[in-house]
Each structure stands twice: as structure tokens, then as C-alpha cells.
């Protein structure tokens, strides 16, 4: 799989213009992702906080080196830190169909970055061959992504045991 850059124009928080580079980090050296590691964790960190049943930020660095899924940098006109975003790679057993999911995002500017995010993605993903893109996500990014083409496919509900609520184990 080969790393793909690409430049779109979003809006900063204060609603200024900016320009996002979209970069996949597929094949960096530790010292290419090296300035941008403190933002990383804390952004990943953050990530976990809001769904620590899920993900810590160990197993999310471990699939990013394992090649279970590609880190994403998003990085203002500055080469400055933005956003990260992950996809992975998958076949659907019944159809052998290739999808790129984007599985989670996390960063200052979410949203904001969302259409170019998609944008580059899914060209990288139609470069690797994939039949289509899929996006795990809150219903917030809902109307981001209606508007960028996706369908709701499927709702995740979820019931933890009661006797494990709040449970931190």
C-alpha cells in the first residue's frame, strides 16, 4: 500500500481559512512521526478517555505498527499537528470486496477536517483497489458525511452487564 498526500481547504476553530494536508504515515521512519508524538498521545489519550471498553492507547500504537491499521496525520498550512485519523484494511468474507474503514479520528479541529479527511482517504482507498469506504463514528459526524456521500448503514447499541458499570478493569 502506498502513502498518499492531499491539500483541501477547511476552516480553523476561529473560522479562518486553512489549508489540511491529509498524510498517510504508512512507511515513515520513527523520526518523521517524531515531532508530532506528544500531540499523537494526547490526542490518542483522549481518544481512549472516551471509550476506554475499547481502546487504550498501547493497543491503538500496537495495530498502527502491526499494519492492522495506517495512521493518518492531518496538519494545518504550517505542517503543524491538526488531527490523526486511522483506517484499516479489511475483505468481507462473503463477497471477498475490499473496504477501507475509517475507524477513529480524534484532535482539535474534527469536523472541521472531515471533508478533506474523506477526500483523501477514499482516494487512497480506490488506488488500493477497495469497493468502497466505510466510517465508524458518533452521530455527530452524521451530517458531515451524509454530505460527503456515506449512507447510514448500522447502529451499534450496546448494554454493559450492571454489575460492571463503572468498572475501570
Not at 490526542?43 to 472516551?50: I, Q, V, Y
Not at 483523501?120 to 477497495?130: C, F, N, P, S, T
Amino acid at each position: 500500500m502506498e502513502p498518499c498526500a492531499g491539500r483541501g481547504r477547511g476552516c480553523n476553530a476561529d473560522g479562518a481559512q486553512m489549508t489540511f494536508n491529509v498524510v498517510n504515515t504508512t512507511g515513515w521512519k520513527f523520526e518523521q512521526l517524531g515531532r508530532y508524538t506528544p500531540q499523537i498521545t494526547e490526542a490518542m489519550r483522549r481518544l481512549c478517555d472516551k471509550f476506554p471498553d475499547d481502546m487504550t492507547p498501547t493497543s491503538l500504537v500496537q495495530e498502527i505498527a502491526a499494519g492492522v491499521q495506517q495512521l493518518w496525520l492531518v496538519l494545518d498550512d504550517k505542517d503543524e499537528f491538526v488531527a490523526f485519523c486511522l483506517t484499516q484494511v479489511s475483505n468481507v468474507d462473503a463477497t471477498g470486496k475490499k473496504v477501507v474503514t475509517l475507524t477513529n479520528m480524534a484532535g482539535d479541529l474534527g469536523l472541521d477536517c472531515a471533508d478533506d479527511m474523506c477526500r483523501v482517504i477514499e482516494q487512497w482507498a480506490w488506488d488500493q483497489g477497495a469497493h468502497m469506504t466505510a466510517a465508524i463514528g458518533s452521530r455527530a459526524w452524521g451530517r458531515r458525511l451524509k454530505s460527503q456521500g456515506y449512507d447510514e448503514f448500522a447502529v451499534i447499541f450496546r448494554k454493559p452487564r450492571p454489575d460492571t458499570i463503572g468498572d475501570k478493569t
